[in-house]
Structure formats: structure tokens, C-alpha cells
């Protein structure tokens, strides 16, 4: 019984998360001959083009004379295909058609069509900003592809532009969103359902492609000049996992170029089913709203048929955004009062920066451990830096404080999302590795500032407990840092590693007097808001005068044996642990387990 149970915890944890679950597929419908002038490419849902035949049958009716192209993919939830490798399967097929129907090295398309649904548009809307070379994000970067200059409409049906959702929607009963959870748990704890969470919302996969649509159409709008598709977003208006207001971003830039149109008591699924009458032959009036969406032209759709564009209330006067990132289980008041300071400090200029505060949850120790339970919260960073990018069309800088795990939030997302861009840097207790790539943001221009990094004398939080993963960063030989569970670290004491790179931008400040939070007391306060609002070159090493205190050499010598104290914490527990099952058999021992978890996930 031990032998299977150890089988089946084998396969769990170490067999599952190398199948795929699903198929990558090709694309169906490259032209033979050419001289069409039309090319449609349809993007199924999740489950594949079986899943949905009547849109795929709506598609070749709407459209009998073209080319179309359908990718034969299909997923299952614990499905572990790669989603950009799907994208650029996507993309690339548009190119080679495109490239195959030339007369006489003439394009012949004059138009092309994209329609998604569900997962297939956001697929979709990816694919088009890759054909702008938008795709720095792209394992082969490609150059900008014509087919992108004759793309007539993107229509997306219920796509999850903001990604799918990450905490409950409105209209998802608890049933469900109980299960998406326990599921989504199980992907985590086996290493499946990869596709689906990657994109969810705030993953890469989704906020590099916001913000590469918003650069496309906001600041890239003279390059698109009278070119520029129509773009339709259609979302019933019970949908259990796509909101209406989750495609602000699809108006950034775009204006009259851009129509939503909501569609009434319908669900996520529903809007794609039953689209025929019951002779089969005439479409219902969802059916015709897609069709609508497909080949009308542009100023022949009536008054009526879409929604008032009006959901982006943007705010041009906002110049410059500074975000606050507290620790993880910081509830101090700092972050308040750094915004006061700020707000007092610049005075009337108040009214052109906006400050963003710390939203995200409480976290324990448990799973700030974990690799995927701290990506949570840099994706949901992510989220709100791509909403603001929306939201403020003006804005020039982005400034950055960050105390401990807020400190992981900006590097971690710096690593995995190119498209971010940040102009200072303050951090303080940082639980970053000391060999962060600096040199590599600074050199893509995703860090245009300067960098502070202030250690306390006494942070005993940083100088034993990520230290250990610093520790085993430095056996394995790593030299810079990747995203996994080695990407936490002892900056915030040891202070960042630096090279020429990096010099006059990366500073460390060794050390300041005090424990983990000793860098927002509230004396520290007013240099930090001024540093971020006022005076960049400021020099807090001039301001505070470090040098005037002796190196911290006992916690230096007990953060060197880091590994011992996590390795005699470890035993402690294991002891422990024998001695319940030992006194009270599995039942004690189970006992003891749900209450080291429960300790581990509160504080």
C-alpha cells in the first residue's frame, strides 16, 4: 500500500507536468493557388475548432470567396502547451499565406480578418502585434510583416482581453469558482494547466500584449496613420469570466476605430452556441450580431448596434506614476505617510502624478516560499501598471518604492515583462539576490533612472531567511539571477553586486542603523518622498552618513550560516513531527501537519 501510494505521489508531482494535455496542432487552409482577395483567420476556443463547429461554419457562410485559415489546436485544463509558441505558430502562417499569394511578387490579399473566441481571440490579438515586430517577448524576434498594413477588423467574441481572472467575477457562482480554484491548486502542485495560467490576468503573456497595443495605438498611431482595423469586441453581458470593462485597453488610441457591443442574457459559453435558428439555415439574432461583426463595413452599422465607448475615463494631466510596495506582512503606516510627504512636498504639481498604494493582500511566510504564490502578486502589480498605462496617455516616468517583498514585486516583473519601464528605484529590506541583473535592465532601457538600495545594520529577516536561497544560488555557480525558486536574496543586507555597467546608477547604501523597516521610520520619510518626486541625484548616503558605523559583523557571521539555522529549523520540525506519530500515531502526526500549515499560511 506504502509502495503505490509513493507510485502515485511520484507521477504527481514529477510525471505529469511533462505531458502535454492538449495539442499544439498546425494551421489548416494555406491557399494552393493564388489570387484571392480575402483571408480570414479564425481562432477556436480552448477546447478547439470540434468544440465550436457552428462559428466555424458562421465564418465560411460570412465569408465564401476567401481563404481561410483555422488552427487544428485543442486544450484541456491540465493542458501545458506553450501559449506563445502557439501565437507564433498563429503568426507565422498568416506571413506564409500572405507571402504565398503573390502575382508577380504582388500581394493579392486586400483584406484580411481576424475572429476569435474565448482564448482564440486573445491568441489572435497577440499574433497581429507580433506582425507589427511588436514582439520583443517573442523567443525569435521577427521583423514588421506587410499583412498587418491590410488587417480590415479584429473581431474577438468573449475574449479574455484583461486575461482570465485570478479572484472571483461577478457572475461565476461559488460552485464553480471553488472548483477553479481546487483545480487550479493541483496545476500548481503537479506542474500542469500551464496554458491557462499563462493567461491569466497580469501573466506576461497578457500585459506585454497590452502594453504593446497600447504603444502600437497611442504612441504609435502615425506609423498606423488611415490604416488603422476595425476593432470589434463582443461579451454577453452574464458572462461568468470576461467583463466588459476588461477591455479599456482596446480603446487606448484606437477612438472611433473601436466597437463593443454587449449582448444580452447571455453567458461565456451561450454566446457561441445555438446561433441557428431550428431550420439550421437562418441565423438568430446572436448569430447575426456576428455576422454584423464580420462583414459590415465600417459607418454602415446602425446607431444602435454597439454599446457607447465610454468605459476608459482617461486623465491627461497625470505626467508621472509612483507605485508604494510594502513587505509582506507589513501594516505600518509608512506607505500613507510617504504620499503625504510626497503631496506636501511638490505642492499644486500634486495634481499631475498619481500615487498608487499597496492593494495587495496579506501575505505569510508559506507562500512568499513558494515560487508561483509570490508570481501572484507581480502579476497583479503588473495588472495595475498596464491599467495605468491606459488610463493616463500622458505619462512620461514611472518611480518605484519598494520594501522587502514589494522590492521582489518590481525585479521579478523587470525579469519577466519587457514591456515595463521605470525611471528611480528606492528599495529598502530588499529580498532580492545580490547578483540581480542590473546591468541587463539598465542596458534594455527598462531602468532610465537611478537605483538606491539601503541595508540596515541589524535586518536579521534578510540576513538569515532569503540568504539561504542566496546561499544556494552561490554553490550552484549561478551569476545572475533567473526567475524560479532561487529568486529571492539577501540584497537588502548584503547589499546588490555591482560592475561598470552599473556605475553612478546602482548605489547600496551600507549601513543604516535598525532593523527590517528601519529605512521608514519616520525621520527617513521626507528624503524618500523627495527622492522620487524632487530631486533624483539626491544622496542618501550624505543624508544619513552610514559610514559612521561599524559593519554589522555578528549577524554577518550568522547570516554565513544561514544554512545551518534553516537546517536545524528543518530537523526541529522533523522531531517534532516523530514525536506526535510516535505518541499518537498518523492521526497526531496529521494533527501536527495541518497546524505547522496553518501557522506557515497566517503569519
Not at 511520484?10 to 511533462?18: A, E, K, N, Q, S
Request: charge should be neutral; charged fraction near 20%.
Amino acid at each position: 500500500m506504502v509502495l503505490v501510494l509513493l507510485i502515485v505521489v511520484f507521477v504527481l508531482l514529477f510525471v505529469l507536468r511533462y505531458l502535454k494535455f492538449g495539442a499544439i496542432g498546425g494551421v489548416e487552409g494555406m491557399p494552393e493557388t493564388p489570387g484571392r482577395k480575402t483571408l480570414v483567420v479564425y481562432g477556436p476556443p480552448l477546447g478547439g475548432r470540434t468544440s465550436r463547429p457552428g462559428l466555424e461554419k458562421l465564418v465560411r457562410e460570412a465569408y465564401p470567396d476567401a481563404d481561410i485559415l483555422v488552427p487544428t489546436y485543442w486544450h484541456r485544463w491540465m493542458s501545458n502547451v506553450d501559449a506563445f509558441e502557439l501565437t507564433s505558430q498563429i503568426e507565422t502562417a498568416i506571413r506564409e499565406a500572405d507571402d504565398r499569394n503573390k502575382i508577380g511578387g504582388v500581394h493579392q490579399y486586400e483584406k484580411i480578418v481576424l475572429f476569435g473566441y474565448s482564448t482564440g481571440g486573445l491568441l489572435l490579438r497577440k499574433a497581429y502585434l507580433w506582425g507589427h515586430g511588436l514582439d520583443d517577448d517573442r523567443s525569435v524576434r521577427h521583423e514588421r510583416h506587410p499583412w498587418v498594413e491590410r488587417l480590415d477588423r479584429l473581431v474577438s467574441l468573449s475574449a479574455p482581453n484583461r486575461g482570465w481572472p485570478s479572484d472571483k467575477p461577478e457572475h461565476l457562482d461559488i460552485f464553480r469558482y471553488v472548483i477553479a480554484y481546487v483545480l487550479q491548486r493541483f496545476g500548481r502542485l503537479t506542474g500542469t494547466g500551464r496554458f491557462i495560467e499563462s493567461l491569466v490576468q497580469g501573466s506576461p503573456f497578457v500585459s506585454n500584449m497590452r502594453v504593446q497595443w497600447i504603444d502600437l495605438f497611442r504612441d504609435g498611431a502615425a506609423a498606423l496613420g488611415d490604416r488603422k482595423p476595425l476593432i470589434i469586441h463582443l461579451v454577453g453581458d452574464k458572462d461568468e469570466l470576461v467583463d466588459r470593462d476588461d477591455s479599456i485597453d482596446l480603446e487606448a488610441g484606437t477612438g472611433a476605430n473601436v466597437m463593443i457591443k454587449t449582448l444580452e442574457r447571455l453567458t461565456h459559453a451561450e454566446i457561441s452556441e445555438n446561433l441557428y435558428r431550428d431550420n439550421a439555415s437562418a441565423l438568430n439574432p446572436t448569430g447575426e450580431a456576428i455576422r454584423m461583426a464580420l462583414v459590415t463595413q465600417p459607418g454602415a452599422f446602425p446607431a444602435y448596434w454597439a454599446d457607447r465607448v465610454g468605459a476608459l475615463q482617461t486623465d491627461d494631466q497625470i505626467t508621472q506614476l509612483i507605485f508604494i510596495m510594502h513587505g509582506i506582512r507589513d501594516e505600518g503606516t509608512w506607505p500613507a505617510e510617504v504620499k503625504r510627504s510626497i503631496e506636501a512636498q511638490i505642492g499644486d504639481a500634486a495634481a499631475h502624478v498619481k500615487i498608487i498604494p499597496p492593494l495587495y493582500r496579506r501575505f505569510a511566510m508559506l507562500p512568499f516560499l513558494l515560487y508561483w504564490d509570490r508570481q501572484h502578486n507581480v502579476r497583479w502589480f503588473m495588472d495595475q501598471y498596464t491599467q495605468a498605462r491606459a488610463m493616463y496617455p500622458k505619462l512620461e516616468h514611472v518611480d518605484f518604492i519598494g520594501h522587502s517583498n514589494g522590492t521582489y514585486i518590481l525585479a521579478s516583473a523587470l525579469q519577466r515583462y519587457p514591456v515595463l519601464k521605470v525611471r528611480n528605484i528606492f528599495f529598502a529590506g530588499s529580498v532580492v539576490p545580490v547578483h540581480y541583473d542590473w546591468a541587463g535592465r539598465i542596458a534594455d532601457r527598462q531602468v532610465t533612472g537611478r537605483i538606491w538600495n539601503v541595508c540596515a545594520d541589524f535586518d536579521w529577516v534578510v540576513a538569515i531567511f532569503p540568504q539561504f536561497f542566496q546561499q544556494i544560488s552561490d554553490w550552484l555557480g549561478i551569476e545572475k539571477s533567473r526567475p524560479g525558486l532561487l529568486d529571492i536574496g539577501s540584497a537588502g543586507f548584503r547589499g546588490f553586486r555591482e560592475n561598470v555597467a552599473t556605475a553612478g546608477i546602482l548605489r547600496n547604501l551600507k549601513y543604516i542603523s535598525g532593523d527590517h523597516g528601519a529605512a521608514f521610520e519616520p525621520a527617513m520619510v521626507d528624503p524618500i518622498a523627495t527622492y522620487v518626486s524632487q530631486n533624483p541625484a539626491l544622496d542618501f548616503v550624505a543624508r544619513w552618513r552610514p559610514q559612521d558605523r561599524p559593519e554589522p559583523r555578528g549577524l554577518e557571521r550568522a547570516s554565513n550560516l544561514s544554512w545551518l539555522i534553516w537546517g536545524g529549523g528543518l530537523v526541529g520540525i522533523v522531531a517534532i513531527g516523530a514525536i506526535f506519530l510516535h505518541l499518537a500515531g498518523w492521526l497526531g502526526l496529521l494533527g501536527f501537519v495541518v497546524v505547522l500549515l496553518g501557522l506557515l499560511t497566517t503569519f
